[in-house]
């Protein structure tokens, strides 16, 4: 059995474990590495599916439960449970929101809360029409943002037609490859929204097919992609150094 195979039956018997966070911390650190083989990562990439989707099962029977506030402030302010977080999120539809503003604002500032819970707190709030400006700190960067402002769909329909690009070219030679490049686009919009700024949509797919490429450790050049579809050379260079300076492929979890 070698280091790779070692890693996998770890993360295997922590997820069995039900131990969500750790696998997750080896997960997200494992991809950090400059090198790991193809295949490991995409093992890696399905495990992590696999426990978002396992969470995602958590969170949605949480929605049987009733919360009382004390519990939501409880969930949301645990820095060490990601899961508790995301089920205080998916539940705070159901206190009043005013009465936990304090505790919002200091999530949101918080530097140790993940990312890609900031995006899912907001979502919730711009569901609940929340109208008020909030500090933000988030990927290094402090801003004032208001929910209610956020255009949600504008962005969505940019990723959507992204990965419609992808699927309908690497994704036709290389599933596998595709399915990383689409996995990379979505950490992405996660880790960095509201700010996710890939509004040229084929030199947006061009980037993450290069970086897919890059991230198995497989030679490619940016401009191979010009066999499915025209780009701007500079723009996706611009994309590609963005998309790395954002750190949402390394420190996706984090």
Sequence with gaps: MNFYDEIILEISELINNSDYHQAMTIISQELAMPYIPAEVELKLLQFKKQILNLSDGLIKNSGAQTFSIENIQKMLNNENDIISQTIAINNIDKVNIRLIVDDIKKYLLNPKVASQ?????????????????????????????????????????????????????????????????????????FYSFPKVALEQTHEAAAAIIYLAHEMSGLDYKIEETTKWFKIDLE????????????GALENATN
């Design 235 to 246: 723009v996706t260079k611009q994309y590609i150094q963005q998309i790395k300076e954002s």
């Design 117 to 189: 819970n900031k995006t899912f707190l907001l979502f919730a709030l711009l569901k609940q029409d929340f109208d008020m400006e909030l500090e933000m700190f988030k990927n290094s960067e402090h801003f004032t943002i208001n929910p209610i402002e956020l255009s949600v769909e504008k962005i969505d329909k940019e990723i959507q037609a992204i990965k419609s690009i992808v699927d309908q070219s690497l994704g036709q030679e290389n599933p596998s490859l595709a399915e990383i490049a689409t996995t990379s686009l979505f950490l992405y919009f």
